[in-house]
């Protein structure tokens, strides 16, 4: 499957797991006004899985003590998320 197409069904993947912990820091961010820079995503070695990874800003006028990023791995064989990596708030 091309890179683009893997990208879009990771995100899909990850909207779409309501059993994950992925739409509750995604909404603590955005609650918490932390400033979304960018994602990108990333095919792992063993192909069955991806990495999400989006990188975040402190909201203005904050200094982030913790690293605001975080990974979401994604499974796509079970398509669910498997773990999210960092993303306290």
């Keep these: 499957m091309p890179q683009n197409d893997l990208f879009k069904s990771a995100l899909e993947i990850a909207f779409s797991d309501t059993k994950s912990e992925f739409l509750s820091v995604l909404k603590g961010k955005m609650g918490n006004k932390y ?3 960018e994602y ?3 095919q ?6 991806g990495t999400i990874k989006f990188e975040v800003d402190c909201p203005p006028g904050v200094h982030c003590l913790i690293d605001p990023n975080f990974d979401v791995i994604i ?4 398509k669910k998320v ?4 960092g993303g306290e708030t």
């Design 35 to 37: 400033i979304f820079k």
């Design 40 to 42: 990108s995503f990333s």
């Design 44 to 49: 792992n070695e063993d192909e069955t899985t």
């Design 75 to 78: 499974d796509f064989t079970t």
């Design 82 to 85: 498997v773990e999210i990596i």
